[in-house]
T-cell receptor, first 112, second 116 residues
């Protein structure tokens, strides 16, 4: 039973446009949320995170939004660049836990 | 540069032949993790060490074992690999509790295991 769902396996976006990647979770006890980016043949690298006490966190072109009532978070990339083409994983922590639970990932392709 | 290193990057083993994957870190982090990731799946946590304390996930098969001889190194031993164990194995670290605490986990590049 998936606790973290990324329902879109893939997404294609034109360069310069906004990319929106979505993630849904089932457990309201999750309290910290992260996005990781993964290129082929490399390990995931941390991108941006948000605590459950916030609803938005911004870092340059990347913004994460958290809607706790809907158990939904999203990653916005504006403007999208070809170098952003990668697989993006949503990951969540439970309170007091060292276990990071990942979604299956969304493959983003930014078309020049 | 501080980093997480995994060797080898690609490993081929025979069905039933024991294999060991290694991970080292120069970050001096307290916590080390091993994940298994199969094609188009989410990385799945197998176990983690907080310093020398070993924490096994409930659904990790007994076929998978781990050793952490010191802060820098952690090994994943697969005692009798089956065809279903072919996957990418990711090692990660995090600082753990204390002044340097961070939720972020730092991943190595992974070892792709093929079982023939």
């Amino acid at each position: 039973d998936q606790q973290v769902k990324q329902n879109s396996p893939s997404l294609s976006v034109q360069e310069g446009r906004i990319s929106i990647l979505n993630c849904d979770y089932t457990n309201s006890m999750f309290d910290y949320f992260l996005w990781y980016k993964k290129y082929p043949a490399e390990g995931p690298t941390f991108l941006i995170s948000i605590s459950s006490i916030k609803d938005k966190n911004e870092d340059g072109r990347f913004t994460v939004f958290l809607n706790k009532s809907a158990k939904h978070l999203s990653l916005h990339i504006v403007p999208s660049q070809p170098g952003d083409s990668a697989v993006y994983f949503c990951a969540v922590y439970g309170a007091g836990s060292y276990q990071l639970t990942f979604g299956k990932g969304t493959k983003l392709s930014v078309i020049p | 540069d501080a980093m997480v290193i995994q060797n080898p990057r690609y490993q081929v083993t025979q069905f039933g032949k024991p294999v060991t994957l290694s991970c080292s870190q120069t970050l001096n982090h307290n916590v080390m993790y091993w994940y298994q990731q199969k094609s188009s799946q989410a990385p799945k946590l197998l176990f983690h060490y907080y310093d020398k304390d070993f924490n096994n996930e409930a659904d990790t098969p007994d076929n998978f074992q781990s050793r952490r001889p010191n802060t820098s190194f952690c090994f994943l031993d697969i005692r009798s690999p089956g065809l279903g164990d072919a996957a990418m194995y990711l090692c990660a670290t995090s600082p753990g509790q204390g002044a340097s605490f961070s939720y972020e986990q730092y991943f190595g590049p992974g070892t792709r295991l093929t079982v023939t």
